[in-house]
């Protein structure tokens, strides 16, 4: 079952815009994960943040938690065309496995 | 490394027919992942092992879903009868717990089942 929700479903922006999407989830969790998928490619990890964290940066990502609105956000900053991909949330409870979002589909405009 | 092997990449067959999905996890990898994704439901997590033993398999749609791990470097997937409702891509990922459930992802084999 998906715990996270993306919104928006879709976005599109001018390449050098920034882009930020929400995921919001449902249940407690250890930590949460932010996924990027290439057309027609496998997932390929982002970054994770944990319950205890509030806000995590790698390169022109920034992620952001609040466990208390159970939601977190995705900010890519100065996007870049290679930038266009789906990106999910993934919420881990505890137990090792993750539950995935449906998604949001980004596309930078060139 | 070469990251997580699927194998094949694309198959077609015919309603009926037996099908059978190959992983080959990172070494040294102790969980494993095996998950369809559809345009419809999405990424969805089918079953996961832990050192060789199945975990949890209550994402198996049906009895005629079924999937092994005889060792740390292989799993299968195994789809009898298939079905044309079956069709999906379906991603073998794994992870390593002492590190973090970071999980990394095979390109996945595209079924279609006619």
């Known amino acids: 079952s998906q715990q996270g929700e993306e919104d928006p479903q879709a976005l599109s922006i001018q390449e050098g815009e920034n882009a930020t999407m929400n995921c919001s989830y449902k249940?407690?969790?250890?930590?949460l994960q932010w996924y990027r998928q290439n057309s027609g490619r496998g997932l390929v990890h982002l970054i994770l943040i944990r319950s205890n964290e509030r806000e995590k940066h790698s390169g022109r990502l920034r992620v952001t938690l609040d466990t208390s609105k159970k939601s977190s956000s995705l900010l890519i900053t100065a996007s870049r065309a290679a930038d266009t991909a789906s990106y999910f949330c993934?919420?881990?409870?505890?137990?090792?496995?993750?539950?995935f979002g449906a998604g949001t589909t980004v596309t930078v405009r060139a | 490394d070469a990251g997580v092997i699927q194998s094949p990449r694309h198959e077609v067959t015919e309603m009926g027919q037996e099908v059978t999905l190959r992983c080959k996890p990172i070494?040294?990898?102790?969980?494993l992942f095996w998950y369809r994704q559809t345009m419809m439901r999405g990424l969805e997590l089918l079953i996961y092992f832990n050192n060789n033993v199945p975990i949890d398999d209550s994402g198996m749609p049906e009895d005629r879903f079924s999937a092994k791990m005889p060792n740390a470097s292989f799993s299968t997937l195994k789809i009898q009868p298939s079905e044309p409702r079956d069709s999906a891509v379906y991603f073998c990922?794994?992870?390593?717990?002492?590190?973090?459930?970071?999980?990394?992802f095979g390109p996945g084999t595209r079924l279609t089942v006619l």
């Open positions: 070494s040294g990898h102790d969980y």
């Open positions: 990922a794994s992870s390593r717990a002492i590190l973090s459930n970071e999980q990394f």
């Open positions: 249940t407690s969790i250890n930590n």
């Open positions: 993934a919420t881990d409870a505890g137990d090792y496995k993750l539950s």
